[in-house]
């Protein structure tokens, strides 16, 4: 009889709550990770950076496995049917993983869970992802907030070392299960071709110090650039709130308690995944125009900054959270752009991809959201570029044919028209009929 570990977002054995259980749960431990075709379909992309960032986590992964005299399992189709077979190859007793909050993942989990109940199989699924989840903060009268600064002060008033404490999973290595080095499947054979991007490393220590001076300036490494990591769990988030918390300024620490509560946000409210929070922003009439959903997404609204962000995005998979604010502010307000267009193509493009924090963002941009900027208030690219790339050195990194507006393509909308434009729609919209 084996107990397995699913591996899902946290491709670590170093402080993973949910191996920690599984490694103590008495019986030797099969690590599994399933490619799911449901999602692996809907990736519109054969090189899909993503997956190449998984799999090169997941041979890492095995290769580890392998020095404790282990194998990482990998199998490739949906989860479902996976389970099947996987009861009918192994004696399995126990089933244990970590906690998803995205809505296909909780689905996906309620339907594994219930099959191997039927086989008498128990399947626990452990909070790993997050420093507090689900209900864990919740207002006085038990509904959550929607409210960050709200909700900070709670996390504040909670927090504990204990919260904060490793898993030490690796006391426990020797409870791996010994089996004869599993052959791994190639990219090729899950369907995809390699990425050949430079993924960030795992090295963030250095911009904590500076990092409320040095977080607003695009054209400096003046943030972590590890969110990738905390996508697919290559780091601990336990580690990072600790190294975060042992500051004398909070700022990074606050970002990532922003983590937690937009993953808060959307296990409690999964329709705004879809749908705005606020239901009479969905009585807005976007405008989507095709041509200029094109134009932003390649980065040729003729406003160097904007089109310096979406350059950044296309060709690292990583855009600076000051220029994720602009651009999505440009599209939804000056374009007048349906929200969702930009949060799909954010999602297609992104490393650190995060259904709740990008979501999140999205609503925050577009004011639909809980908490986010009045609908009014519209960044302003030039004025943004006077305050945050004086210099230009940003813009001239990525829009290298930028030497000086003059000979810049024209703005594909005038600023003051199109906020006008932006606010009287919004205005409209918001106007109890
Ligand atoms: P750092 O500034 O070093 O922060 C450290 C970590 O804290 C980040 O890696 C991230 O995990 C977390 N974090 C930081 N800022 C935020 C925030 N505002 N909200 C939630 N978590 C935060 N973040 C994502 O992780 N995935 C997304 O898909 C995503 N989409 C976004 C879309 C829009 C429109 C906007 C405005 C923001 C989005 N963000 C998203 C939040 C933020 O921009 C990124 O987390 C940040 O830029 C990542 O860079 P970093 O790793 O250097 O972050």
Redesign the pocket.
């Known amino acids: 009889p084996v107990s397995i570990f699913w591996f899902r977002r946290d491709l670590r054995l170093h402080d993973n709550a949910g191996l920690y259980h599984a490694l103590r749960s008495g019986l030797p431990v099969l690590p599994l990770f399933i490619f799911d075709t449901t999602i692996l379909g809907k990736l519109p992309d054969r090189d899909d950076a993503r997956v190449t960032f998984i799999y090169r986590s997941l041979l890492e992964l095995n290769s580890e496995l392998e020095n404790h005299g282990s194998s990482l399992v990998i199998k490739h189709g949906k989860p479902l049917d996976v389970w099947e077979l996987l009861t009918e190859d192994f004696n399995i007793k126990s089933v244990f993983t970590n906690n998803d909050y995205e809505p296909y993942a909780t689905q996906r989990d309620a339907e594994v869970s219930l099959l191997l109940a039927k086989k008498n199989i128990s399947f626990s699924s452990f909070k790993d992802h997050v420093i507090f989840e689900k209900s864990e903060i919740v207002k006085e009268d038990g509904q959550p907030y929607s409210v960050y600064s709200a909700y900070q002060r709670k996390w504040y008033e909670k927090i504990r070392s204990f919260h904060l404490k490793s898993y030490p999973t690796e006391k426990y290595y020797n409870k791996f299960s010994h089996i004869r080095p599993v052959i791994q499947p190639s990219l090729e054979e899950i369907g995809f071709t390699e990425n050949k991007l430079t993924f960030p490393d795992k090295e ?1 220590l250095g ?1 904590l110090k500076n ?1 409320s001076k040095t ?1 607003d300036i695009p054209s400096i490494p003046g ?5 990738v990591h ?2 697919f769990g290559t780091l601990s988030i336990r580690d ?1 709130a600790r190294n975060g918390i042992t500051q004398e300024d909070r700022t ?1 620490l606050n ?2 308690i ?2 937690d ?2 993953a808060m946000i959307l296990w409690h409210f999964p329709h705004t995944a879809q749908s705005s929070f606020k239901k009479n922003y969905d009585e807005i009439r976007w405008r989507n125009n095709e041509e200029e959903f094109r134009a932003w997404c390649q980065g040729k609204t003729g406003y160097p900054l904007v089109d310096a962000g979406m350059r950044q995005l296309n060709s690292t998979g ?4 000051r220029l ?2 602009i ?2 502010s440009f599209l939804t307000k000056h374009l007048l752009i349906d929200w969702r267009w ?2 799909a193509y ?2 297609r493009l ?1 490393l ?4 709740a ?2 979501v ?3 609503q ?2 577009a004011s639909s959201g809980n908490d986010a900027v009045p609908y009014f208030r519209i960044f302003n690219p030039i004025l943004q570029t006077k305050k945050f790339d004086p210099a230009l050195v940003y813009i001239k990194k990525w829009v290298p044919e930028f030497a000086g507006s003059l000979n810049y393509p024209r703005p594909i909308v005038d600023h003051a028209f199109a906020r006008q434009r932006a606010i009287a729609e919004f205005k409209r919209a918001l106007t109890p009929k």
């Open positions: 963030y911009v990092y977080r943030t972590s650039e590890i969110g905390l996508r990072l990074w970002e990532l922003w983590r509560f937009y990583w855009m600076h959270n994720r604010m651009t999505a930009g949060e954010f999602a992104l650190d991809y995060d259904m924090s990008n999140g963002g999205w925050w941009a």
